[in-house]
């Protein structure tokens, strides 16, 4: 069985300690929690609409990959959520920016309701 190393990097917001990690490095990919919208320094949720906070959700995947030692571009699987459907579109501008020319798997959902009341949570499985 191949050993599970947990992700840490102060590029990204802590995570809830004892409760769950940025990120789990095994069998030669990252699976990496969810991502909301809050600055890594101030800890606080990002002004903005669900534009800016897609960008701030990836920026987190983003820094958290780079310490598991993958990037963006290897990432294989992404899930979405988001609190309301009326946002698809706006996000998926967003969205579009970024992961490569190979895109990863998708899934996006609706949820009643996201921790700290945000309008996204992104997460993703990367190769490294």
């Known amino acids: 069985m191949s050993e599970k190393v947990a992700v840490l990097t102060d590029k990204a917001p802590k995570p809830l300690a004892s409760i769950y990690s940025q990120a789990i490095k ?5 699976f990496v929690s969810g ?4 600055d890594a320094e101030t800890m606080k949720i ?4 669900i534009k800016v906070h897609t960008h701030q959700c990836i920026k987190n ?16 699987k992404v899930n979405v ?3 309301n459907m009326d946002d698809f579109a706006a996000m998926n501008e967003v969205y579009s920016q970024y992961w490569g020319d190979v895109k990863p798997c998708r899934t996006c959902v609706a949820v009643k309701t996201l921790p700290l009341n945000v309008d996204v949570e992104i997460e ?5």
């Open 26 to 30: 095994a069998n030669g990919f990252v």
């Open 35 to 38: 991502a909301v919208p809050m």
């Open 46 to 49: 990002v002004d903005g609409d």
């Open 61 to 76: 995947l983003a820094a958290i990959l780079e310490a598991s030692g993958s990037d963006i571009n290897k990432v294989v």
């Open 81 to 83: 959520f988001i609190a």
């Open 124 to 128: 993703c499985t990367a190769t490294y």
